[in-house]
């Protein structure tokens, strides 16, 4: 079965705190990539990041880091300082091999950064 | 360039009407998804064409749904006899060819049958 899990279903920090979001992911594709989205109260999904199977080098853009762990089947999010301006709800995504693309979202994650 | 673009954006039914709602993907996308998000849920994949080829359509949750790109450009996911069920936002993405590529997302249509 291909799956995603994001346990943390609400965080809530206050504005400067550093926060880690988790992402679990399911598949017995060796071949495979994993994704994360923003989606602001919009609602408009904002692409992060992408990461292939292959790749385990943790990742970082500014003030937001990524760390892949194969052995763990995690993906999971970290963004330092944070500010107000990252409240979104995140989702973790799959996109298991051969399947034309489609992703398999997570249950995604409320954050609030209150100032 | 522009993004994706969807309308209507907010769409109210009675129970039993029949809905259609449209994407442009952008401009040059060769794929293009239609995703169902729940209030509270992530997006759940429908369907998704290749140009004008419905490649997958696993996702539609039943006959009265489906979906069409006939010109390999715009889509139309239209929705008969509505349900409160189907009460959703539905999200479209496109992207370039290769499987895995970034989707790019349009704003959503928030759908409420009453």
Redesign the interface.
């Known amino acids: 079965a291909q799956k995603?899990t994001?346990a943390q279903t609400e965080i809530s920090v206050v504005e400067k705190e550093d926060v880690t979001l988790d992402c679990v992911y399911e598949t017995r594709d060796t071949t495979y990539?994993l994704?994360w989205?923003k989606q602001p109260p919009?609602?408009?999904?904002?692409?992060l990041i992408?990461r292939?199977s292959f790749d385990e080098q943790n990742e970082i853009s500014g003030r937001y880091s990524w760390n892949f762990q194969k052995s763990t089947s995690s993906f999971n999010f970290t963004i330092t300082a944070s500010q107000v301006v990252d409240s979104a709800v995140y989702?973790c995504?799959l996109?298991p091999y051969?399947?034309?693309?489609?992703?398999?979202?997570?249950?995604?994650t409320e954050l609030s950064v209150k100032p | 360039g522009a993004g994706v673009s969807q309308s209507p954006r907010y769409k109210v039914a009675k129970r039993g009407q029949d809905v259609a709602l449209r994407c442009d993907p952008i401009s040059g996308h060769v794929?293009l998804?239609w995703?169902q998000q729940a209030l509270?849920?992530?997006?759940?994949?429908l369907t998704?064409f290749?140009n004008e080829a419905q490649?997958?359509k696993s996702?539609l949750p039943s006959d009265r749904f489906f979906a069409e790109r006939p010109e390999g450009s715009v889509s139309t996911l239209k929705i008969q006899r509505t349900q409160q069920e189907d009460s959703a936002?539905y999200?479209c993405?496109s992207?370039r060819s290769?499987?895995?590529?970034?989707?790019?997302?349009?704003?959503?249509t928030?759908l409420t049958v009453l």
């Open positions: 995603v994001q990539y994704f989205y919009s609602g408009e999904l904002v692409f992408r292939n989702f995504a996109i051969n399947q034309g693309g489609k992703l398999i979202f997570g249950q995604g | 794929s998804f995703y509270g849920q992530g997006p759940e994949f998704y290749q490649l997958d996702g936002v999200l993405a992207k290769g499987d895995y590529n970034e989707q790019f997302f349009g704003p959503g928030r």
